[in-house]
C-alpha cells in the first residue's frame, strides 16, 4: 500500500540527479508504507522551506486530482462561481483552495461537523447539506465540482449555469457490474442533450503539476488539515479508520525517524 510520500534523499544513483543526499522531498511512488524507498527524479520535488513533512506527505494524489480537475476540466477562472460538493475531503478541500487561488467565488458543501474546517481553507460560502437544501440554492454555478458522494445530475443542474461545467471526480454510486463507471458514464451521456457539459476523468501523475503544487505551498495558498500521524505498525487500524469514513484530515503514516 501507499502512495504519496516525503522524507529526505539518503542516497542518489549514479546517474546525473536535481537532488543531493539531505534534501526533503515530496512526490509519489508505489509502495510507499517502508523507510526506504527508490524513485525517480520526475517523481519527486524539495519541499518547500518552512512546509513540515506531514503537510507535504499528504500532497501528491489529492493534489493532482484536484488541480487537474479545477484546472483542466473545469477550467475555472477569475470570478467564476464554483460549488464544490463533497468540500471536506481530502481532494475537496484542496480544490477549494486551488479554485480561491485563481479568484473564484467558491461555495463548499460539506456535513455540519466540518462547516468550520471549509470555512478555514477559505470557501466564501460554506452549506451544511443537512440543514439546507443544496438544488435550493439561488445561484447559478459556472462551475460545480462532484467529489465523491451521491448527487443526482438532474438535480445538480438546476443550480448550474446554462453553460455549466460539471466535474465528476469518482462517486459512490453505481450498479454491481461497472460500480462508479457506471454512474458516471450515465452523466455524461446525459450531458449530450443539453449546454451544460460533464467531465469525467483519471488523475495523471505529473511531475510539472507537483512543481505547482509545490509553489502553491510556498506561496501558503495550500493548506492541508493532518488529522494525526500514527507508527508504521499501525497502518492496518488507520486504513479501516479511513474505511470508516469520519476522519476530518489527513492520517500520516510515520515510517521512520
Request: aromatic share 6%; glycine share 14%; proline share 3%.
Amino acid at each position: 500500500p501507499g502512495y504519496d510520500l516525503a522524507g529526505v534523499v539518503e542516497a542518489v544513483g549514479p546517474e546525473a540527479s536535481e537532488f543531493s543526499v539531505g534534501d526533503r522531498v515530496f512526490g509519489w511512488n508505489g509502495g510507499t508504507a517502508a523507510q526506504l524507498v527508490a524513485v525517480r527524479d520526475r517523481q519527486i520535488v524539495k519541499v518547500p522551506d518552512g512546509v513540515d513533512t506531514p503537510t507535504a506527505a499528504s500532497m501528491a494524489m489529492a493534489g493532482f486530482t484536484a488541480l487537474q480537475g479545477v484546472r483542466d476540466h473545469g477550467k475555472v477562472g477569475a470570478g467564476d462561481r464554483v460549488l464544490v460538493l463533497g468540500a471536506s475531503g481530502g481532494v475537496g478541500q484542496f480544490v477549494v483552495q486551488i479554485a480561491k487561488s485563481i479568484g473564484a467565488h467558491v461555495t463548499g458543501v460539506c456535513g455540519s461537523h466540518n462547516v468550520e474546517t471549509v470555512r478555514r481553507i477559505g470557501a466564501d460560502t460554506v452549506v451544511d447539506y443537512s440543514t439546507t437544501d443544496v438544488y435550493g440554492l439561488d445561484d447559478s454555478f459556472d462551475v460545480v465540482i462532484h467529489v465523491g458522494g451521491q448527487y443526482p445530475l438532474k438535480r445538480i443542474r438546476k443550480v448550474m449555469a446554462d453553460d455549466g461545467v460539471l466535474v465528476l471526480i469518482g462517486s459512490d454510486e453505481g450498479g454491481k457490474l461497472l460500480g462508479p463507471a457506471r454512474f458516471l458514464l450515465g452523466q455524461v451521456m446525459r450531458s449530450w442533450f443539453t449546454s451544460q457539459s460533464v467531465a469525467q476523468f483519471t488523475a495523471r501523475e505529473s511531475k510539472t503539476d507537483l512543481e505547482e503544487l509545490a509553489g502553491l505551498l510556498a506561496r501558503g495558498g495550500l493548506a492541508v488539515a493532518v488529522e494525526r500521524t500514527a507508527p508504521l505498525a499501525d497502518l492496518g487500524k488507520e486504513i479501516d479508520y479511513l474505511r470508516e469514513g469520519h476522519a476530518r484530515g489527513k492520517v500520516v503514516i510515520e515510517v521512520g525517524s
